[in-house]
């Protein structure tokens, strides 16, 4: 990174600093930055990753550059601590349904709220894709932000049905965990349609239960 990438009075050229996204465990006061990182995840899933300017993002959030400048270098930094936020919006893993079979349970995962927050990542999902190739960091941050907190549910839901001999010991659970969240962002990405209920509900009956041996 250049003296020029990190001069807060360069917009474009910290804007542009994307290729190698810096300090992805740095460690900050989120509760502080809330505001202005719920607003970059906002124009981050309307404008995606080459569309976005700091511009856009103190304006939506009501701050002046020089603060967004002063807490993040470059567009890439911002973007991968947005992104790392989006996590606070993770599921109580405490709370789970427990309805007593596999089914019920991932169908008491289909809720309007979750419904919302999925399609939403998955929109910031979309508007990174541009740089994701490029930046190893980014798609780490990704993955943690937005895969992996449906599948560690998943995992949950699959553990349980073993435990209670509903499914088979030998059941690959990481690998079934990751079938929904993935089929979910080819749907989103690639197919360009909506994670809705009647979706979510033939990916269990369709798939999901036929992989660990139950008829729906």
């Not at 900050?28 to 990182?37: E, G, W, Y």
């Not at 404008?47 to 959030?61: C, H, K, L, N, S």
Request: proline share 5%; aromatic share 2%.
């Amino acid at each position: 990174m250049t003296q020029l990438d990190l001069d807060p009075t360069n917009t474009r050229a910290a804007d542009d600093t994307a290729a190698e996204p810096a300090r992805l465990g740095r460690k900050r006061d989120h509760s502080r930055d809330a505001d202005i990182l719920d607003a970059a995840v906002d124009v981050l899933a309307e404008e995606g990753y080459d569309g976005m300017t700091i511009d856009m993002v103190a304006a939506r959030a009501k701050a002046g550059k020089a603060t967004l400048y002063r807490r993040w270098a470059s567009k890439g930094e911002l973007v991968i601590d947005a992104v790392a936020c989006m996590k606070k919006d993770d599921l109580d893993l405490d709370r789970l349904p427990d309805t007593g079979t596999l089914r019920g349970d991932l169908i008491g995962m289909i809720k309007p709220r979750t419904l919302e927050e999925a399609e939403k990542k998955l929109q910031v999902m979309a508007g990174l894709m541009s740089v994701l190739a490029r930046s190893p960091e980014l798609s780490d941050a990704i993955s943690q932000a937005i895969i992996e907190p449906r599948a560690e549910v998943n995992r949950i839901l699959l553990r349980r049905a073993i435990e209670r001999g509903e499914i088979a010991a030998d059941c690959d659970v990481d690998t079934i965990a990751l079938i929904s969240p993935s089929m979910a962002a080819y749907r989103t990405l690639v197919l360009k349609k909506p994670v809705d209920r009647e979706f979510l509900v033939s990916m269990i009956d369709g798939v999901i239960l036929p992989a660990v041996g139950i008829r729906p």
